[in-house]
């Protein structure tokens, strides 16, 4: 039942879609624009710098806000990292499946960005390393590359790891089972983000994905 609460709260603070606010207030609907998705990378490619930044923070806070609110609901539950991963899943599902849009949102990069920031804080100071691993996983890629996708797949995807390997180490202060139920539910997540991704993945193969940079096109 705690886990179906948390992953509600997360849902509905998911809801805030700051991609397609940000685009109303420039009377534009980003999900029909660009690569018609309401995340980061299309509100960057579409409205700019300062849209992007906006729907970066927006995202982030949202994650914040949802991990906040089951961190000091269940502050006295043994299994608090566990609960506040499935606050981040809820808002991960809110943020790409908004039910009042259709179910099309965006892909949880920037959600994700939320969750590393959240969990560095388990264990200081070590766990604050997170934060520039994941960052430099996923800045390295994008400057090799200028594919903002492979960035964030690979972001994505060292997370899962550096949580799988954190959680080895006790950071958690969490049953052996508990955490196990963690790594399951970030790899599932992290399953999604490649899902989600899938058209890039196949432009990428076709030599089609834009560069970062480079003149947007309508898809």
């Not at 992953?7 to 029909?32: N, P, W």
């Not at 790891?161 to 006790?170: D, H, K, L, S």
Request: aromatic content about 14%.
């Amino acid at each position: 039942m705690e886990r179906l609460i948390c992953l509600a709260i997360g849902y509905v603070c998911g809801l805030f879609q700051t991609g397609y606010i940000v685009g109303e207030m420039s009377h534009v609907d980003i999900r029909k624009k660009g690569s018609g998705n309401a995340g980061t990378t299309n509100a960057l490619r579409v409205l700019g710098w300062k849209a992007g930044a906006l729907t970066f923070a927006g995202d982030v806070i949202k994650c914040v806000a949802a991990f906040l609110i089951v961190y000091f609901m269940y502050r006295g539950s043994e299994y608090r990292p566990l609960l506040t991963l499935y606050a981040g899943a809820g808002v991960t599902l809110g943020h790409n499946f908004p039910f009042y849009m259709g179910f099309k949102g965006g892909k949880g990069i920037a959600v994700m960005a939320g969750l590393v920031a959240v969990n560095s804080f388990w264990h200081l100071p070590g766990s604050l390393l997170l934060i520039p691993v994941t960052l430099a996983c996923f800045l390295i890629p994008v400057i090799l590359t200028r594919y903002i996708s492979v960035g964030s797949l690979a972001a994505y995807t060292v997370f899962l790891t550096e949580m799988i390997i954190i959680g080895r180490w006790g950071w958690f202060d969490m049953e052996n089972a508990r955490c196990l139920e963690l790594y399951v539910v970030l790899f599932l997540m992290t399953a999604l983000a490649w899902y989600r991704h899938r058209e890039n993945l196949k432009r990428l193969v076709n030599g089609t994905e834009n560069k970062f940079g480079s003149k947007k096109k309508e898809r």
